[in-house]
């Protein structure tokens, strides 16, 4: 029996600085501000992270401990991404968009002993200060009145400025955690998923490749996904393998905003939401900029619509490639980055780039069906998209919602395909996904194709219970003109097969939307059930 | 005390090979033949390395079972790097020019049941099979007579057409030994390093960056290392990892064949030593072809001479990259990728490009004096090279030669400096380079100054015992023209400072090489403390 001689060294995050901060020590972190950039050197940064995690130290928080933070995407919040985690603690970033009595729910629930938190938002902190027992010392960046704050308060720059940076880094398991973030689930418990060292550099370390963002040391990435969210797309700690250039906006973020740092900072790479993407699109149509210093643009969160990644590479230089991930995948877990062989720009670049992603190495994927068949990647096959790898959780903080998982796989909620290449695409969410006879039905595809029809306003699809077929469709149109249901099933019956083709149609005024004016398909599924819809048929099945 | 949510799924390399078998299951690993190239599709390789592992594990090799393979790079080779990790047992991959005592000395050490052969090379089993009792059965790949074989032999393809693809990989702790490979240190003891899959994984995981190989989906990969040496510089997996097709070159290592397999097979990639590559140019000097398909080179296990570096770019068209590795380090360990704003073939460029390496990330580096003290980076202090991390060897096999080792750091036996960017520069041996008065002087800076003097044919230096300074160079000097030392140490205190310039010389007729040409130290020392050399003193110091 052979064993290894390998040296057992831990991967952590300190180590990540440590690489950054020497071996790209020039390379350069410039945070927004009022009037211009911030620059600060990753050896910089690596010195007031060791400043801040001997000053962490100092105050008392231990392995293990949580420290929340709240903060827009700046410097002192790359400093705290090293520090905390690199001393032992957990960072725990929180969405500056939460309610109160979301920020307070979750502060309590991960146990946060400390909080980090932006100048500009201290407000939200005093809001909530009274149902925070466990906090016991804020620390604010920033030159902003803390009278309001009753919890004993630290000036980050002061704290940072009264150490020196020879912190002695410990080395501890790789296992142990590093930082944390809740899921945007507004409804039912917080799920808190816990990073561990091993997870985030293992993650950092995949990002690396050409097949993920591929980021190169003469690279400056603006970072417009929140650092509060899922590690900011894993872009810091890449960052600092890498060597690239960070371009942080702080609260920054109108398109106005973006527009100008990129003719401003000239970045390669940036990162961001679609809707963010298609502000930077509408502003740069009105007020004509140039926005070609940025090699590519990765998308996520939500699907990018066909016509707004064509405009950005049309009308804007800009080349867009589409990344999927999660909270709970530490963020990219598949990049539609188009196989070798395809003309930029040609229909099948753009088809092939319209793909949710491609699967990173590291991550195991897998699509199973109602029965829990695991079935094939043909491109066709539909069934729920499971996930599983080292930086994948396998569960939530506290232990909660364990239908979430099914034997170390992570149920994803989404429904969709993988072909022989490992492209996926996404096509609905389990929930609203119709079960008709053992075969799936996509609420989205129905929803898109009625959009098609001109006189269609809106659309929206639900299933309901069917005696033979388990769930047939019901849509829901919102009618610009009279229409026949018919003749709208007419038209889908020319881009669907027979059995997907919905007989069950109500036509109403107005669709109901969620907050953040989603269509709000509970409440849809409500108002079927309490008989207050009318259903017009369209055939007979 | 927070606790990590992520799973807990090992590192592997059979999940590296699914990975690489699914995603890029289109990409090739082309084999060298006698006419041609034999073709097989990652799909292939990773159905190939499924009925491997079924087969050994049918002939009942278990978890930690030492597996040696004599081979070329061929596709069969490939399967073996897959198929025998895969299934928990050990690759031992044997050098091919060993001889027959090193070959059983090393076989036996390490415990192999079995041996997997390729058929040219069966002869050389046959010569050692009486002293070789651990070896149960050797498997054969191709089609060659194994009559003179008296252990039991399997053919390799027999046994792979033999089974069914459907093998499930084992899933088992990342810390188990997949792979081991002894160094080409040909004296004392055998040392060997056993890599795990944690340790190889998080290796090719390295690799893929662009400050390393930055492979693609659309490069070809030439490995003109050989894969029984450490780990074929990692390509192989990452390869898997990436996407990139392999062109294995088989037996056929002629500078003749190399060339013919650019113009033919168009590889985008290529790994060599520098010898190799100074047999390419020749051999593309006079044999005008076009190599111009190579987007880079890389250069290892040597320094690679400015002029070789120069005129593979200036006369081929080839970009060379040095990089720096040991079979201790998993191999590729640091790549002297030039930092960003060099224009290319620009002196800076080319100067920069003459470093050893630059730190890859996972590595940390030091360098260390005689007293143990840690030296700065800053491109001038000259101390041993010693690196740690999860893919360098922390020991050797049967924990032989402890002394390589201090407090979990490789003693590298190089020595070198390192600047502010983590590009480092080995300049002599430990064991070469002359302790003088608290300094170091490197044997090899002073053989290259003294050689740039047309009259000097041959030049070497070793340190000889000083009372003052403990230690002084003594040059061995073979002349081509009578030559006064005074005049030779004037020249030298041009490009030195006043302490390092040699005060004692010897004018021989002849210098004392090694086997394989290299200049014999030892023999020198030994020479010279037996009274044998007749020493000229240039000037007191």
Known sequence: MITTTMSDVPL????????????????ECLTRTEDGFARASFREIGANAARLAKALTRLGIGHGDPVGSLSWNTAAHLEAYFGVPGMGAVLHTLNTRLTGRQLSTIVNHAGDRALIVDGTLVDQIVAIQDELPGVEFVIVVGDVPVDAL?????????????????????????????????????????KGVVYSHRSLVLHAM?????????????????????MFHANGWGIPYAAFLSGASLVLPNRFMSAADIVGMVETARPTLAAAV????????????????????????????????????????????????QGWGMTETSSLAGM????????????EDLTQRTASGRVLAGVDMRIVDDHGTVLPWDGESVGEIQVRGPSVTAGYHGDVAAEAFDAGWL??????????????????????????????????????????????????VIGIPDARWTERPLVFVVARD??????????????????????????????????????DKNALRTRFHAGGVDVVRSRAR
């Open 274 to 321: 679609p809707t963010l993407w298609a502000l930077v699109r509408d502003h740069a149509r009105e007020h004509p900029a140039d926005l070609t210093s940025l090699r590519v643009g990765t998308s996520g969160g939500a699907a990018i619509p066909r016509s707004l990644l064509e405009s950005l590479e049309v009308e804007q230089g800009v080349r867009i490639v």
């Open 336 to 347: 539609a980055v188009p196989p070798p062989g395809l003309a930029p720009g040609s229909p």
């Open 411 to 460: 149920r994803t909620g989404d429904v969709g395909t993988v072909d022989d290449r490992g492209f996926f695409r996404i096509t609905d969410r389990v929930k609203d996904v119709i079960k008709s006879g053992g075969e799936w039905i996509s609420s989205v595809e129905l929803e898109d194709l009625l959009l098609g029809d001109p006189r269609v306003a809106e659309a929206a």
């Open 482 to 519: 009279a229409v026949d249901p018919a003749e709208l099933a007419g038209r889908l019956a020319d881009s669907l097969a027979r059995w997907q083709v919905p007989e069950n149609w109500a036509f109403v005024s107005e669709i109901p939307k969620t907050a953040v004016g989603k269509i």
């Open 12 to 27: 952590s995050l300190s180590r990540v600085l440590r690489h950054g901060a020497r071996v790209f020590g020039g390379s």
């Open 206 to 226: 995949s990002l690396l490749s050409v097949q993920a963002y591929g980021p190169r040391e003469d690279d400056r990435w603006l970072a417009l996904v929140p």
């Open 150 to 190: 009753r919890k004993p308060v630290h000036r980050y720059h002061e704290l940072v400025a009264a150490e020196d940076p020879d912190f002695e880094w410990p080395e501890f398991d790789e296992r142990s955690a590093a930082s944390m973030c809740y899921t945007s689930g507004t409804t039912g418990e917080p």
